[in-house]
């Protein structure tokens, strides 16, 4: 089979990976994927292309146009690409709502392809025209559909969607890159980890006020950049605990060491109007890492940590401050969690897996009747 896949995600060096997992699958002749050469991410800024794990197949830098507008952007040399390529399967790593999405499958079916979106979209939202007219002409005319939980296929399902789909995450981790280190950590501070955007809703005020109740020694390390840095900064200054926090961004290559220096991860998420946690990718790294994590119920948390963690409610200052005082102070909890996030990444959560699931899909589609 031969698959052309458009993924602006793909900048990230370490989602390369699971391209490399399906081209290693003998009945998938040839893989081309799209990326633009960097994507203007509203909240990290400029995100350049990681070229890190290309073997196998072709990984292939083509303009974008409005780079980095989340619902307009769309790569402007697309026909070109299919009419050299002459793929049979076109895989859109988009929303159905997005200007990305109806321009790939207009195209892709002009070429006679067969076509699938990926979506996190949890939450039933209602978009003005023209995003939900372009929504509904997706949904009628492609072929598949890829969704990362069940809570999105609920979505699609109530939208209207009737054709095939399967629950596939979008991608895995490389257990042998993202590993416990080889010597157990025994600090004698135990540092907490924070990855992600530094936006309201991901809860970073929250764990700042609940470490401040803490009782242990501990130290916080934040990994990220966005519109809230400056208020997380302000709040640590106000709360006393600034000295022991320490901001810093991170390429995604260094992400597996920084996993392995910290001791529990937190993912302090909390549910908006418009947005709850769609998955929380740093969840099964920091597992992958053999580190506990601690999480609040929004969204897909619960699901993708099951019994290798701990649970609070959104919102719940109190309720997270005690499960950071019961894992700082019980080292042996930290190891058994830790150990038990492994295993269950191993389970359900690899690069190869993701991958192999991703093929069977592609599988289907070409032995099926054309809708």
Not at 18 to 42: F, G, S, Y
Request: hydrophobic share 45%; proline share 7%; with cysteine.
């Amino acid at each position: 089979m031969r698959v052309l896949m458009l993924c602006k995600a793909c900048v990230v060096g370490t989602y390369q990976r699971k391209l490399e997992e399906i081209a290693r699958h003998a009945d998938v002749e040839a893989l081309r994927v799209l990326v633009p050469p960097h994507w203007q991410d509203a909240a990290r800024g400029k995100l350049p292309l990681e070229r890190v794990h290309v073997q196998g197949y072709d990984l292939r830098v083509t303009p974008v146009r409005f780079n980095g507008n989340f619902h307009l952007h769309y790569f402007s040399r697309l026909g070109a690409e299919l009419r050299a390529f002459r793929p049979q399967i076109v895989h859109i790593d988009e929303e159905p709502y997005n200007l990305a999405t109806w321009h790939a499958l207009w195209h892709a079916r002009k070429f006679g392809a067969r076509t699938l979106f990926f979506s996190w979209q949890n939450i039933a939202r209602r978009y003005p025209p023209p995003f939900r007219w372009g929504e509904t002409w997706v949904l009628r005319h492609v072929d598949y559909a890829l969704v990362g939980t069940q809570s999105a296929a609920d979505v699609w399902r109530a939208k209207g969607y009737r054709g095939p789909l399967a629950v596939v995450p979008q991608f895995g981790v490389d257990p042998q890159i993202f590993a416990p280190p080889k010597v157990p950590r025994v600090p004698d501070v135990p540092t907490v980890g924070f990855v992600g955007r530094l936006v309201e809703e991901k809860g970073g005020a929250d764990l700042l006020r609940a470490l401040a109740q803490v009782r242990q020694p501990w130290q916080l390390a934040i990994v990220g950049e966005g519109p809230h840095k400056l208020a997380l900064q302000a709040l640590a200054a106000q709360l006393g605990v600034a000295e022991r926090v320490r901001f810093t961004a991170l390429p995604s290559t260094q992400m597996p060491d920084f996993y392995r220096q910290i001791d529990v991860l937190a993912v302090p998420s909390r549910t908006r109007p418009n947005w709850k946690e769609q998955f929380g990718r740093v969840i099964v790294e920091a597992m992958a890492c053999g580190v506990a994590v601690i999480g609040s119920d929004s969204g897909a948390i619960p699901d993708v940590i099951g019994e290798a963690g701990l649970i609070f409610p959104e919102g719940n200052v109190p309720a997270l401050a005690e499960r950071l005082q019961t894992l700082l102070a019980r080292p042996a909890l930290r190891r058994e969690l830790g150990a038990r996030g492994r295993r269950h990444v191993l389970e359900r959560f690899t690069q190869a897996q993701i991958a192999a699931q991703t093929v069977a899909v592609y599988r289907e589609m070409l032995s099926g009747e054309r809708k």
